[in-house]
């Protein structure tokens, strides 16, 4: 039989952004972000490390009524190293997600 073994990790962090509107809907964005997560190694072994990222990018956001807004954001990972374990797989990150204001 084939073997799947059950794999759990933790991730946990905060960020820090800044985020200016050009026009209507559009906007631009940095970001500092701090991350601390485990993962496994090709053995199976679990580890953890810590990860700062420094983020640049922008994206759209779209009222839904009220106060709320879609928000869609493509950013690039200054800090990403294809030579280093990162928490992410590439240099971009995409979110996507709902701003309520109060």
């Not at 039989?1 to 809907?25: C, E, K």
């Not at 106060?67 to 971009?92: I, K, Q, R, T």
């Amino acid at each position: 039989g084939r073997y799947d073994p059950d794999l759990t990790t933790s991730d946990f962090g905060g960020d820090l952004f800044a985020q200016f509107t050009v026009v209507h809907n559009i906007f631009v964005m940095a970001e500092y972000e701090y991350l601390n997560y485990e993962y496994y190694t090709t053995g199976f072994e679990k580890t953890g490390s810590s990860f700062n990222s420094v983020l640049v990018g922008g994206g759209v956001f779209q009222t839904l009524g009220g106060h709320a807004s879609l928000v869609l954001s493509a950013l690039y990972n200054l800090s990403y190293s294809a030579d280093e374990p990162s928490p992410y797989g590439s240099p971009w990150v995409y979110n996507a997600g709902v701003s309520v204001g109060f």
